[in-house]
């Protein structure tokens, strides 16, 4: 079982209004069929859905979609359109030299928004992920005052790297035009 589940969504709709949902776990809970319901909840089919490395995405789907068989059927149809937004910028159609080569979102954020450069740095406590892993994956042993003040950052930063996804591709959408 992941030690780190969530979902971060912002839902856009045919009028282009941005609406955010999350959902992360309680530490030392099982948090997998709650993220299931959510993710149907929030995700209706045939609905493209996009995603920041979406291999990795589409795994956690399938698993789920094994472990829970009642739901099987919408989460195959959500792996199922799963599109990358990263495959532009690994596949080189879209580069810009501020990323020095990466295709990491937080080199192509801020070249693409500059605005957005000192985004992940602002940040409190918590600024890749690889420090929200190890940050929730320690939160059980903290006090509950340090652990909501964790898990406000880790809700802050994982909000931020959604939010990050929607402001690349609007980018590509008026690059586009």
């Keep these: 079982m992941s030690k780190f589940l969530f979902n971060f969504l912002y839902i ?3 009028k282009d209004k941005l609406e955010h949902r999350e959902f992360l776990s309680q530490c030392g809970v099982d948090p997998r069929e709650q ?3 959510n993710l149907i909840a929030y995700i ?5 859905v996009l995603a920041y490395n979406a291999s990795f995405e589409k795994g956690v789907i399938r698993k ?3 472990l829970y068989p009642e739901f099987r059927e919408h ?3 959500i792996e199922s359109n799963i599109k990358d937004l990263m495959i532009p910028f690994q596949n080189k159609d879209y580069y810009h030299y501020k990323m020095q080569g990466s295709y990491s979102i937080k ?3 801020p ?3 500059p605005q957005m450069e000192q985004a992940y740095k602002n940040l409190s406590l918590i600024h890749n992920g690889g420090e929200a892993m190890q940050s929730f994956e320690l939160m059980k042993n903290m006090d509950e005052l340090t652990q909501n003040q ?3 950052a880790l809700l802050e930063y994982c909000k931020l790297d959604t939010l990050a996804m929607v402001k690349i591709l609007q980018h590509l959408e008026e690059v586009a035009k």
Excluded: T
């Design 64 to 66: 789920l979609a094994d």
């Design 75 to 77: 989460l195959l149809n």
């Design 111 to 113: 070249a693409l928004i």
């Design 35 to 37: 993220l299931v319901k």
């Design 44 to 48: 209706p089919k045939d609905v493209c």
């Design 12 to 14: 856009i709709d045919n």
């Design 107 to 109: 080199m192509v954020l």
């Design 150 to 152: 964790y898990r406000k």
